[in-house]
Protein backbone atom coordinates (compact mmCIF):
# COMPACT_ATOMS: atom_id res chain seq x y z
CA UNK A 1 0.00 0.00 0.00
CA UNK A 2 2.53 2.22 -1.00
CA UNK A 3 -0.23 5.05 -0.76
CA UNK A 4 -0.23 5.33 2.41
CA UNK A 5 1.83 8.11 3.87
CA UNK A 6 2.19 7.17 7.60
CA UNK A 7 2.72 3.23 6.30
CA UNK A 8 5.77 4.58 4.79
CA UNK A 9 7.11 6.27 8.00
CA UNK A 10 6.02 3.18 10.13
CA UNK A 11 8.46 0.78 7.57
CA UNK A 12 11.41 3.19 7.94
CA UNK A 13 14.58 0.94 9.72
CA UNK A 14 16.86 3.15 11.63
CA UNK A 15 19.71 4.21 8.74
CA UNK A 16 22.69 6.52 9.35
CA UNK A 17 23.11 9.25 7.73
CA UNK A 18 25.63 8.81 4.68
CA UNK A 19 27.98 11.53 3.03
CA UNK A 20 27.31 12.56 -0.07
CA UNK A 21 30.01 13.03 -2.85
CA UNK A 22 30.54 16.22 -2.95
CA UNK A 23 33.18 16.68 -5.83
CA UNK A 24 30.61 18.18 -8.23
CA UNK A 25 27.63 20.33 -7.38
CA UNK A 26 24.63 19.35 -10.05
CA UNK A 27 26.43 20.73 -13.07
CA UNK A 28 25.27 19.25 -16.38
CA UNK A 29 27.61 16.30 -16.94
CA UNK A 30 28.53 16.08 -13.47
CA UNK A 31 27.03 14.50 -9.99
CA UNK A 32 23.84 14.69 -8.93
CA UNK A 33 23.62 14.68 -5.15
CA UNK A 34 20.25 13.56 -4.09
CA UNK A 35 19.05 13.03 -0.42
CA UNK A 36 16.64 10.27 0.10
CA UNK A 37 14.44 10.14 3.22
CA UNK A 38 14.19 6.21 2.83
CA UNK A 39 16.24 3.31 1.50
CA UNK A 40 15.55 0.96 -1.13
CA UNK A 41 13.50 -1.90 -0.13
CA UNK A 42 14.81 -4.23 -2.53
CA UNK A 43 16.04 -3.97 -6.46
CA UNK A 44 13.61 -6.97 -7.45
CA UNK A 45 10.97 -5.36 -10.20
CA UNK A 46 8.75 -8.13 -9.37
CA UNK A 47 8.86 -6.76 -5.30
CA UNK A 48 9.67 -3.29 -5.48
CA UNK A 49 7.87 -0.42 -4.14
CA UNK A 50 7.55 3.05 -5.74
CA UNK A 51 6.68 6.76 -4.31
CA UNK A 52 10.29 7.86 -2.57
CA UNK A 53 11.78 4.92 -3.55
CA UNK A 54 10.88 5.96 -7.23
CA UNK A 55 14.38 7.19 -7.95
CA UNK A 56 16.53 4.40 -7.27
CA UNK A 57 13.89 1.85 -9.92
CA UNK A 58 14.19 4.62 -12.44
CA UNK A 59 17.79 5.13 -12.53
CA UNK A 60 18.26 1.46 -13.10
CA UNK A 61 14.65 0.20 -14.96
CA UNK A 62 13.06 1.78 -18.02
CA UNK A 63 9.30 1.46 -17.54
CA UNK A 64 6.62 0.20 -20.09
CA UNK A 65 5.06 3.27 -20.07
CA UNK A 66 5.82 6.74 -18.46
CA UNK A 67 3.91 9.65 -17.07
CA UNK A 68 4.56 13.41 -17.55
CA UNK A 69 4.35 16.17 -15.34
CA UNK A 70 0.57 16.42 -15.38
CA UNK A 71 0.10 12.82 -15.28
CA UNK A 72 -0.52 11.96 -18.50
CA UNK A 73 0.49 8.97 -20.33
CA UNK A 74 2.79 9.15 -22.57
CA UNK A 75 5.94 6.56 -24.69
CA UNK A 76 8.26 4.19 -22.43
CA UNK A 77 9.47 0.66 -23.55
CA UNK A 78 5.88 0.61 -25.23
CA UNK A 79 5.89 3.60 -28.22
CA UNK A 80 2.28 2.76 -28.63
CA UNK A 81 -0.91 1.18 -27.02
CA UNK A 82 -4.60 0.22 -27.68
CA UNK A 83 -7.75 -1.23 -25.87
CA UNK A 84 -10.30 -3.48 -27.55
CA UNK A 85 -13.59 -2.15 -27.39
CA UNK A 86 -14.84 -3.09 -24.38
CA UNK A 87 -11.33 -2.14 -23.10
CA UNK A 88 -10.26 -5.79 -21.42
CA UNK A 89 -7.63 -6.29 -23.79
CA UNK A 90 -4.45 -4.21 -23.97
CA UNK A 91 -2.09 -4.20 -26.56
CA UNK A 92 1.46 -3.08 -26.12
CA UNK A 93 3.91 -2.21 -29.42
CA UNK A 94 7.49 -2.96 -27.52
CA UNK A 95 10.40 -0.78 -28.84
CA UNK A 96 12.43 -3.48 -30.90
CA UNK A 97 16.15 -1.02 -30.30
CA UNK A 98 16.95 -1.20 -26.36
CA UNK A 99 19.43 -4.12 -24.62
CA UNK A 100 19.59 -4.89 -20.87
CA UNK A 101 22.77 -3.71 -19.47
CA UNK A 102 23.57 -7.32 -19.59
CA UNK A 103 24.01 -7.13 -23.47
CA UNK A 104 20.71 -9.46 -23.96
CA UNK A 105 17.80 -7.46 -26.12
CA UNK A 106 14.65 -6.22 -24.14
CA UNK A 107 11.89 -8.35 -26.41
CA UNK A 108 8.06 -8.69 -26.46
CA UNK A 109 8.97 -11.52 -24.07
CA UNK A 110 11.02 -9.99 -21.39
CA UNK A 111 8.13 -7.22 -20.88
CA UNK A 112 5.60 -10.19 -20.80
CA UNK A 113 7.39 -11.94 -18.08
CA UNK A 114 7.97 -8.85 -15.78
CA UNK A 115 4.15 -8.47 -15.92
CA UNK A 116 3.22 -12.25 -14.77
CA UNK A 117 5.88 -11.88 -12.10
CA UNK A 118 4.94 -8.56 -10.90
CA UNK A 119 0.96 -10.09 -10.36
CA UNK A 120 2.83 -13.27 -8.89
CA UNK A 121 5.64 -12.00 -7.03
CA UNK A 122 3.41 -10.73 -3.80
CA UNK A 123 5.54 -7.62 -3.49
CA UNK A 124 3.15 -4.52 -2.01
CA UNK A 125 1.60 -3.62 -5.05
CA UNK A 126 1.06 -7.29 -6.55
CA UNK A 127 -2.79 -5.71 -6.82
CA UNK A 128 -2.29 -3.57 -9.53
CA UNK A 129 -1.92 -6.10 -11.56
CA UNK A 130 -4.59 -8.31 -9.80
CA UNK A 131 -7.08 -7.97 -13.22
CA UNK A 132 -4.20 -9.13 -15.73
CA UNK A 133 -5.73 -12.64 -16.12
CA UNK A 134 -2.35 -13.38 -18.97
CA UNK A 135 0.42 -11.51 -20.57
CA UNK A 136 1.25 -12.75 -23.92
CA UNK A 137 4.75 -12.14 -26.49
CA UNK A 138 2.63 -12.36 -29.63
CA UNK A 139 5.71 -11.39 -31.96
CA UNK A 140 9.07 -9.69 -31.15
CA UNK A 141 7.71 -5.97 -30.46
CA UNK A 142 3.78 -7.06 -29.19
CA UNK A 143 2.66 -7.79 -25.57
CA UNK A 144 -0.94 -8.31 -25.68
CA UNK A 145 -2.73 -8.04 -21.93
CA UNK A 146 -5.72 -9.67 -20.84
CA UNK A 147 -8.01 -8.34 -18.01
CA UNK A 148 -10.75 -9.77 -16.18
CA UNK A 149 -12.39 -6.53 -16.17
CA UNK A 150 -11.81 -2.84 -17.21
CA UNK A 151 -9.36 -1.10 -14.82
CA UNK A 152 -8.78 2.74 -15.17
CA UNK A 153 -5.47 2.72 -14.13
CA UNK A 154 -3.39 0.04 -15.86
CA UNK A 155 -1.59 2.66 -18.02
CA UNK A 156 -1.09 4.24 -14.61
CA UNK A 157 0.53 1.29 -13.16
CA UNK A 158 2.15 0.98 -16.28
CA UNK A 159 4.07 3.92 -16.17
CA UNK A 160 4.98 3.06 -12.28
CA UNK A 161 6.57 0.18 -10.58
CA UNK A 162 4.10 -2.86 -11.90
CA UNK A 163 5.55 -1.71 -15.48
CA UNK A 164 9.52 -1.93 -14.45
CA UNK A 165 11.41 -4.50 -17.17
CA UNK A 166 13.63 -6.56 -15.51
CA UNK A 167 16.81 -8.58 -17.63
CA UNK A 168 15.50 -12.49 -17.44
CA UNK A 169 18.75 -13.13 -16.62
CA UNK A 170 18.50 -11.55 -13.35
CA UNK A 171 15.40 -13.86 -12.58
CA UNK A 172 17.13 -17.27 -11.10
CA UNK A 173 20.36 -14.54 -9.42
CA UNK A 174 21.09 -14.79 -6.66
CA UNK A 175 21.79 -11.24 -5.94
CA UNK A 176 18.42 -10.34 -7.32
CA UNK A 177 17.78 -8.02 -4.28
CA UNK A 178 20.44 -5.58 -4.36
CA UNK A 179 22.33 -6.03 -7.86
CA UNK A 180 19.47 -4.76 -10.62
CA UNK A 181 20.31 -5.91 -14.42
CA UNK A 182 17.40 -3.25 -16.43
CA UNK A 183 17.94 -1.35 -19.14
CA UNK A 184 17.56 2.29 -17.35
CA UNK A 185 20.26 5.24 -17.39
CA UNK A 186 22.16 4.51 -14.88
CA UNK A 187 23.70 1.61 -13.71
CA UNK A 188 24.31 0.68 -9.71
CA UNK A 189 27.75 0.79 -8.68
CA UNK A 190 28.08 -1.75 -6.21
CA UNK A 191 31.59 -1.08 -5.04
CA UNK A 192 31.15 2.55 -4.19
CA UNK A 193 27.40 1.52 -2.55
CA UNK A 194 26.65 1.51 1.08
CA UNK A 195 23.47 -0.51 1.59
CA UNK A 196 21.09 1.21 3.48
CA UNK A 197 23.51 4.62 3.21
CA UNK A 198 24.80 5.68 0.01
CA UNK A 199 23.65 4.50 -3.30
CA UNK A 200 25.91 5.08 -5.94
CA UNK A 201 24.72 5.03 -9.96
CA UNK A 202 27.03 5.91 -13.43
CA UNK A 203 25.66 6.60 -16.45
CA UNK A 204 24.37 3.96 -18.71
CA UNK A 205 27.25 4.19 -21.97
CA UNK A 206 24.31 2.37 -24.35
CA UNK A 207 21.37 3.80 -22.68
CA UNK A 208 18.88 4.05 -25.74
CA UNK A 209 17.24 7.24 -24.65
CA UNK A 210 20.30 9.78 -23.64
CA UNK A 211 18.20 12.80 -23.38
CA UNK A 212 17.17 11.88 -19.75
CA UNK A 213 20.58 11.47 -18.74
CA UNK A 214 21.04 14.44 -17.40
CA UNK A 215 24.64 13.37 -15.42
CA UNK A 216 27.49 11.20 -15.25
CA UNK A 217 26.82 10.03 -11.67
CA UNK A 218 23.94 10.25 -9.41
CA UNK A 219 24.83 9.42 -5.46
CA UNK A 220 21.43 8.75 -3.53
CA UNK A 221 21.90 8.80 0.02
CA UNK A 222 19.54 8.37 3.20
CA UNK A 223 18.94 10.88 5.75
CA UNK A 224 15.62 9.44 7.35
CA UNK A 225 16.54 11.62 10.84
CA UNK A 226 15.40 15.05 10.30
CA UNK A 227 17.93 16.57 11.91
CA UNK A 228 20.47 14.90 9.58
CA UNK A 229 18.76 15.93 6.27
CA UNK A 230 18.27 19.61 7.98
CA UNK A 231 22.75 19.28 8.36
CA UNK A 232 23.23 17.76 4.72
CA UNK A 233 21.09 21.03 3.25
CA UNK A 234 23.00 23.70 5.23
CA UNK A 235 26.13 22.09 4.83
CA UNK A 236 25.73 21.73 0.79
CA UNK A 237 26.00 17.65 0.67
CA UNK A 238 23.22 17.29 -1.56
CA UNK A 239 21.77 19.22 -4.22
CA UNK A 240 18.09 17.96 -3.99
CA UNK A 241 15.95 15.95 -1.57
CA UNK A 242 12.68 15.14 -0.02
CA UNK A 243 11.67 16.56 2.70
CA UNK A 244 11.22 14.99 6.13
CA UNK A 245 8.67 17.99 7.35
CA UNK A 246 7.75 21.57 7.21
CA UNK A 247 8.99 22.57 10.49
CA UNK A 248 12.54 23.05 8.86
CA UNK A 249 11.69 24.26 5.31
CA UNK A 250 12.63 27.88 6.29
CA UNK A 251 15.94 26.89 7.30
CA UNK A 252 16.76 25.13 4.20
CA UNK A 253 15.24 28.15 1.69
CA UNK A 254 17.10 30.24 4.21
CA UNK A 255 20.38 28.27 2.96
CA UNK A 256 19.84 28.94 -0.25
CA UNK A 257 17.55 26.13 -1.50
CA UNK A 258 14.32 26.29 -3.41
CA UNK A 259 11.26 24.88 -2.08
CA UNK A 260 9.23 22.98 -4.78
CA UNK A 261 5.20 22.10 -3.48
CA UNK A 262 3.12 19.05 -3.63
CA UNK A 263 0.05 18.70 -1.86
CA UNK A 264 0.95 15.08 -2.14
CA UNK A 265 -1.83 14.18 0.87
CA UNK A 266 -4.41 14.87 2.80
CA UNK A 267 -4.82 14.76 6.77
CA UNK A 268 -8.22 14.26 8.46
CA UNK A 269 -9.97 11.41 9.86
CA UNK A 270 -11.06 8.28 7.89
CA UNK A 271 -14.83 7.56 9.01
CA UNK A 272 -14.76 3.93 7.97
CA UNK A 273 -17.55 2.21 10.69
CA UNK A 274 -20.23 3.73 8.23
CA UNK A 275 -22.36 0.26 9.05
CA UNK A 276 -21.93 0.95 12.86
CA UNK A 277 -20.61 -2.18 13.47
CA UNK A 278 -18.62 -1.38 16.47
CA UNK A 279 -19.52 2.03 16.76
CA UNK A 280 -23.40 2.23 16.50
CA UNK A 281 -23.74 6.03 16.37
CA UNK A 282 -21.07 6.07 13.16
CA UNK A 283 -24.21 4.83 11.13
CA UNK A 284 -25.77 7.87 11.23
CA UNK A 285 -24.63 10.25 9.15
CA UNK A 286 -25.96 13.34 11.61
CA UNK A 287 -22.78 12.02 13.72
CA UNK A 288 -20.25 12.00 10.68
CA UNK A 289 -21.47 15.42 9.52
CA UNK A 290 -21.19 16.81 13.65
CA UNK A 291 -17.49 15.30 13.31
CA UNK A 292 -17.18 17.53 10.18
CA UNK A 293 -18.47 20.57 11.95
CA UNK A 294 -15.84 20.06 15.00
CA UNK A 295 -12.33 21.04 13.33
CA UNK A 296 -11.09 24.24 13.13
CA UNK A 297 -9.22 23.13 10.38
CA UNK A 298 -7.38 26.27 9.62
CA UNK A 299 -5.99 26.62 12.89
CA UNK A 300 -4.87 22.95 12.32
CA UNK A 301 -3.05 23.61 9.21
CA UNK A 302 -1.41 26.47 10.69
CA UNK A 303 -0.46 24.15 13.94
CA UNK A 304 0.60 21.40 12.40
CA UNK A 305 1.90 22.25 8.98
CA UNK A 306 2.99 26.01 9.57
CA UNK A 307 0.15 27.03 7.33
CA UNK A 308 1.50 24.89 4.39
CA UNK A 309 -1.35 23.58 2.51
CA UNK A 310 -5.14 24.05 1.91
CA UNK A 311 -8.68 23.28 4.18
CA UNK A 312 -10.20 21.15 2.28
CA UNK A 313 -13.55 18.73 2.95
CA UNK A 314 -12.96 16.48 0.01
CA UNK A 315 -10.73 13.53 -0.55
CA UNK A 316 -10.26 13.69 -4.55
CA UNK A 317 -7.57 16.05 -5.07
CA UNK A 318 -7.39 19.17 -7.09
CA UNK A 319 -6.04 17.32 -10.32
CA UNK A 320 -8.83 15.34 -10.03
CA UNK A 321 -11.68 15.46 -13.14
CA UNK A 322 -13.53 14.90 -9.61
CA UNK A 323 -12.62 17.73 -7.99
CA UNK A 324 -15.01 20.70 -6.66
CA UNK A 325 -13.34 23.65 -5.37
CA UNK A 326 -16.73 24.43 -3.62
CA UNK A 327 -16.53 21.46 -1.77
CA UNK A 328 -13.45 22.39 0.12
CA UNK A 329 -15.43 24.63 2.17
CA UNK A 330 -18.39 22.39 2.32
CA UNK A 331 -18.02 22.13 6.35
CA UNK A 332 -16.68 25.32 8.19
CA UNK A 333 -16.23 24.79 11.70
CA UNK A 334 -19.27 25.16 13.75
CA UNK A 335 -19.57 24.01 16.97
CA UNK A 336 -23.12 24.81 17.69
CA UNK A 337 -24.12 23.22 14.30
CA UNK A 338 -22.22 20.39 15.62
CA UNK A 339 -23.76 19.76 18.67
CA UNK A 340 -27.19 20.21 17.43
CA UNK A 341 -26.82 17.16 14.49
CA UNK A 342 -26.06 15.21 17.36
CA UNK A 343 -29.04 16.35 19.30
CA UNK A 344 -30.99 15.34 16.03
CA UNK A 345 -29.43 12.04 16.05
CA UNK A 346 -30.42 11.26 19.49
CA UNK A 347 -27.15 11.29 21.03
CA UNK A 348 -27.25 15.10 23.05
CA UNK A 349 -25.13 13.45 25.84
CA UNK A 350 -22.52 13.04 24.26
CA UNK A 351 -20.80 10.12 21.90
CA UNK A 352 -17.32 8.07 22.59
CA UNK A 353 -15.41 7.14 19.48
CA UNK A 354 -12.59 4.31 20.00
CA UNK A 355 -9.34 5.49 18.05
CA UNK A 356 -5.64 3.97 17.34
CA UNK A 357 -2.83 6.05 18.55
CA UNK A 358 0.92 6.28 17.38
CA UNK A 359 4.10 8.02 18.62
CA UNK A 360 4.53 8.75 14.34
CA UNK A 361 1.15 10.60 14.58
CA UNK A 362 2.43 13.49 16.80
CA UNK A 363 0.81 13.37 20.21
CA UNK A 364 0.24 17.36 19.56
CA UNK A 365 -1.97 16.16 16.95
CA UNK A 366 -3.91 13.50 18.50
CA UNK A 367 -4.56 16.19 21.37
CA UNK A 368 -6.08 18.47 19.67
CA UNK A 369 -8.58 16.03 17.72
CA UNK A 370 -9.40 15.10 21.33
CA UNK A 371 -10.15 18.75 22.46
CA UNK A 372 -11.98 19.58 19.41
CA UNK A 373 -14.28 16.68 19.49
CA UNK A 374 -14.95 17.12 23.00
CA UNK A 375 -15.69 20.50 22.49
CA UNK A 376 -18.81 19.44 20.47
CA UNK A 377 -19.71 16.30 23.10
CA UNK A 378 -17.41 13.67 21.43
CA UNK A 379 -14.66 11.52 23.79
CA UNK A 380 -12.25 10.31 22.03
CA UNK A 381 -10.87 7.14 23.64
CA UNK A 382 -7.23 6.06 22.53
CA UNK A 383 -5.18 2.90 22.00
CA UNK A 384 -2.25 2.15 21.18
CA UNK A 385 -1.99 -0.92 18.76
CA UNK A 386 1.96 -0.69 18.71
CA UNK A 387 3.40 -2.45 15.55
CA UNK A 388 -0.09 -3.87 14.72
CA UNK A 389 -1.41 -0.17 13.95
CA UNK A 390 -1.98 -0.30 9.88
CA UNK A 391 -3.32 -4.44 10.54
CA UNK A 392 -5.10 -3.13 13.41
CA UNK A 393 -6.88 -0.23 11.05
CA UNK A 394 -7.35 -1.87 7.78
CA UNK A 395 -8.42 -4.90 9.58
CA UNK A 396 -11.42 -3.03 11.15
CA UNK A 397 -10.73 -3.04 14.87
CA UNK A 398 -11.10 0.81 15.25
CA UNK A 399 -14.38 2.71 14.02
CA UNK A 400 -12.53 5.51 12.86
CA UNK A 401 -8.90 6.75 12.54
CA UNK A 402 -6.18 9.67 12.24
CA UNK A 403 -3.75 9.06 9.56
CA UNK A 404 -2.49 10.92 6.74
CA UNK A 405 -3.12 9.41 3.43
CA UNK A 406 -2.00 9.94 -0.16
CA UNK A 407 -4.55 11.14 -2.43
CA UNK A 408 -3.46 10.16 -6.30
CA UNK A 409 -5.67 9.10 -9.06
CA UNK A 410 -8.94 8.59 -9.16
CA UNK A 411 -8.94 4.94 -9.58
CA UNK A 412 -6.57 3.57 -7.59
CA UNK A 413 -7.81 6.26 -4.47
CA UNK A 414 -11.24 4.55 -5.14
CA UNK A 415 -9.42 1.41 -5.25
CA UNK A 416 -8.11 2.37 -1.99
CA UNK A 417 -10.29 4.29 0.14
CA UNK A 418 -14.17 3.48 -1.53
CA UNK A 419 -14.94 0.77 -3.05
CA UNK A 420 -15.91 -2.28 -0.89
CA UNK A 421 -12.87 -4.07 -0.67
CA UNK A 422 -10.73 -1.11 -0.19
CA UNK A 423 -8.21 -1.23 2.43
CA UNK A 424 -9.60 2.00 4.15
CA UNK A 425 -13.01 0.81 3.65
CA UNK A 426 -12.28 -1.62 6.77
CA UNK A 427 -15.77 -2.55 7.21
CA UNK A 428 -16.61 -2.84 3.97
CA UNK A 429 -19.32 -0.06 3.11
CA UNK A 430 -21.69 -1.34 0.66
CA UNK A 431 -23.51 1.63 -0.87
CA UNK A 432 -25.94 1.45 -3.96
CA UNK A 433 -24.95 4.77 -4.89
CA UNK A 434 -21.23 4.57 -4.34
CA UNK A 435 -20.95 1.38 -5.90
CA UNK A 436 -23.40 2.65 -9.06
CA UNK A 437 -20.24 5.09 -9.50
CA UNK A 438 -17.90 3.24 -8.85
CA UNK A 439 -19.78 1.04 -12.18
CA UNK A 440 -19.69 3.90 -14.50
CA UNK A 441 -15.88 4.80 -14.24
CA UNK A 442 -14.65 1.74 -14.45
CA UNK A 443 -16.51 1.27 -17.54
CA UNK A 444 -14.98 4.43 -19.14
CA UNK A 445 -16.67 6.40 -21.76
CA UNK A 446 -18.34 9.35 -22.15
CA UNK A 447 -19.86 8.85 -18.51
CA UNK A 448 -17.06 8.21 -16.41
CA UNK A 449 -16.10 11.82 -16.03
CA UNK A 450 -19.49 12.85 -14.38
CA UNK A 451 -19.62 9.92 -12.26
CA UNK A 452 -16.55 10.74 -10.14
CA UNK A 453 -17.73 14.51 -9.62
CA UNK A 454 -21.04 13.20 -8.75
CA UNK A 455 -19.26 10.35 -6.25
CA UNK A 456 -17.04 12.67 -4.80
CA UNK A 457 -19.76 14.71 -3.44
CA UNK A 458 -22.41 12.09 -2.47
CA UNK A 459 -19.05 10.99 -0.74
CA UNK A 460 -18.78 14.55 1.15
CA UNK A 461 -22.75 14.98 1.47
CA UNK A 462 -22.33 11.91 3.71
CA UNK A 463 -19.06 12.79 5.48
CA UNK A 464 -17.71 9.49 4.37
CA UNK A 465 -14.89 10.71 5.64
CA UNK A 466 -13.49 13.87 8.02
CA UNK A 467 -10.65 15.52 5.88
CA UNK A 468 -9.07 18.97 7.31
CA UNK A 469 -6.42 19.85 4.26
CA UNK A 470 -4.19 18.32 1.86
CA UNK A 471 -0.89 19.12 3.10
CA UNK A 472 2.05 20.51 1.20
CA UNK A 473 5.08 18.76 0.68
CA UNK A 474 8.27 19.76 -0.56
CA UNK A 475 11.28 18.69 -2.83
CA UNK A 476 13.88 21.21 -2.29
CA UNK A 477 16.73 22.43 -4.82
CA UNK A 478 19.88 24.24 -4.73
CA UNK A 479 21.22 27.21 -6.73
CA UNK A 480 22.37 24.43 -9.74
CA UNK A 481 19.44 22.25 -9.62
CA UNK A 482 15.98 22.65 -10.59
CA UNK A 483 12.95 19.90 -10.51
CA UNK A 484 9.32 19.73 -11.64
CA UNK A 485 6.97 17.99 -9.01
CA UNK A 486 4.99 14.73 -10.60
CA UNK A 487 1.37 14.73 -9.43
CA UNK A 488 0.52 11.43 -7.31
CA UNK A 489 4.48 10.99 -6.39
CA UNK A 490 6.31 11.52 -3.23
CA UNK A 491 9.10 12.84 -5.39
CA UNK A 492 9.72 14.21 -8.77
CA UNK A 493 10.49 11.36 -11.75
CA UNK A 494 14.49 11.20 -11.51
CA UNK A 495 14.46 12.39 -15.54
CA UNK A 496 12.76 15.93 -14.35
CA UNK A 497 15.59 16.37 -12.34
CA UNK A 498 18.12 18.55 -13.97
CA UNK A 499 21.43 20.69 -13.70
CA UNK A 500 20.33 24.56 -14.04
CA UNK A 501 21.20 25.87 -17.22
Not at 163 to 182: K, M, N, R, W, Y
Not at 418 to 442: E, K, L, M, R, W
Not at 477 to 496: E, I, S
Request: charged letters at 15%; a negative charge.
Amino acid sequence: MAAVAVVVALGLTGCAAGNSDTSSTGGSGGTLNLGQIITVSTFAAAQSNWANESPYMQAVYDTILTADTTGAIQPGLATAWKYNADNTVLTLTIRSDVKFTDGTALDASAVAQNLVRFRDGAGPNASYLANMTDAVATDPTTVTMTLKAPDPAMLTYLSQNAGLVEAPSAFTSPDIQTVPVGSGPYILDTADTVVGTSYVFTKNPSYWNPTNQHYDKIVMSVFSDPTALLNAVKGGQVNATNTLNNTDLAQMTGAGFTANPLELNWAGLTLMDRNGTVDPALKDVRVRQAINYAFDTSSMLKTIENGLGTTTSQVFPANSVGYDPSLDSEYTFNVAKAKQLLADAGYANGVTIQMPSSALLGQATLTLIQQQLADVGITVEYTDPGNSFIADVVGGKFPAVYIPLQQGGDWELIQFLISPTAPFNAFHTTDDTVNGYIATIQKGGSDSDQAVKDLNKYLVDNAWFAPWYRTQSNFVTDANTTAVVQPGNAVPYLWNIKPKA
